[in-house]
C-alpha cells in the first residue's frame, strides 16, 4: 500500500504490487481515466468495478498520473477521488482529489520505491530499535544515589540546628563582654581620683 510522505509524494516498497482506482461524484454518469507511471501508459484495468490501475512500483522516485474525464455537462461540484486496494481487498481513499473547477483534470505525484528494511512508514516489526547507552544509565544511578545519601535524618538536622544556636548564643556573650571592658576600666580610674 501506498505511504504518504507529504503532498506530493508517497513511498512503497520496491516491487510491490499497487491497485488503484478512481471514483467520480456529480459527474453526471460518466467514470472514466487513463493512467500512466514512470511515463508509461498504464493498460486500462477495472478496480472493484471502477476505472483502475495495476503496476510494480520500481526503485527510486517515479511519478504517477491519472487524467480523468468529466462530463462537458457536468456541475463545478463534480469530482473524483483516488483510492487503492488494503491489505483487506477493500478501497481506502488516498487522499487525492480533483474537481471540475481545475484547469487540467489530472490527479498526480511521486511514488518513492524504498527497499524493505529503508521504508519510513514500515511497520514497526521491521525496524531495529537502537540500544540504550549503559554508560548514561549508570550516571543516572549514580546521580541517584548521591541524592538519596544526601537527604539526613530529621533528628540530625534538629541536632545541629541546635548546637549552631548555642554557638551563636556564645558568641554573642563574648561580644558583650568585650564591649564593656573599656567602660569598666573608665569606672575604675574614676573611683581612684576620686579618692
Known amino acids: 500500500m501506498l505511504r504518504r510522505i507529504n503532498a506530493g509524494l508517497f513511498e512503497e516498497d520496491e ?10 461524484q456529480n459527474n453526471n454518469g460518466t467514470e472514466a481515466a487513463r493512467f500512466d507511471y514512470d ?4 493498460a486500462p484495468d477495472t478496480v472493484q468495478g471502477l476505472p483502475g490501475c495495476r503496476f510494480k512500483v520500481k526503485s527510486g522516485t517515479r511519478q504517477f498520473r491519472a ?6 455537462a457536468a456541475p463545478p461540484t463534480a469530482r ?3 483510492f487503492q486496494v488494503n491489505a483487506a481487498g477493500t478501497l481506502t481513499p488516498v487522499g487525492k482529489s480533483v474537481t471540475n473547477t481545475f484547469g487540467t483534470p489530472l490527479i498526480g505525484f511521486g511514488i518513492d520505491g ?3 528494511a529503508a521504508a519510513v512508514g514500515a511497520a514497526p516489526g ?24 544526601s537527604r539526613k535524618p530529621a533528628a540530625a538536622r534538629a541536632a545541629k540546628a541546635a548546637t549552631t544556636g548555642k554557638a551563636k548564643t556564645a558568641k554573642r556573650q563574648v561580644k558583650a563582654k568585650r564591649a564593656q571592658a573599656p567602660k569598666r576600666a573608665k569606672r575604675a580610674v574614676r573611683k581612684k581620683a576620686k579618692r
Not at 516491487?15 to 467520480?24: F, M, N, R, S, T
Not at 511515463?39 to 498504464?42: G, T
Open 114 to 116: 524504498v527497499p524493505v
Open 126 to 149: 521491521r525496524r531495529k530499535m537502537p540500544k540504550r547507552p549503559r554508560r548514561a544509565a549508570r550516571k543516572m544511578t549514580s546521580a541517584r544515589r548521591g541524592a538519596t545519601t
Open 67 to 72: 487524467l480523468v474525464v468529466f462530463d462537458p
Open 39 to 42: 511515463s508509461n501508459v498504464l
Open 15 to 24: 516491487d510491490g504490487d499497487i491497485e488503484l482506482a478512481v471514483k467520480a
Open 80 to 82: 473524483y477521488d483516488l
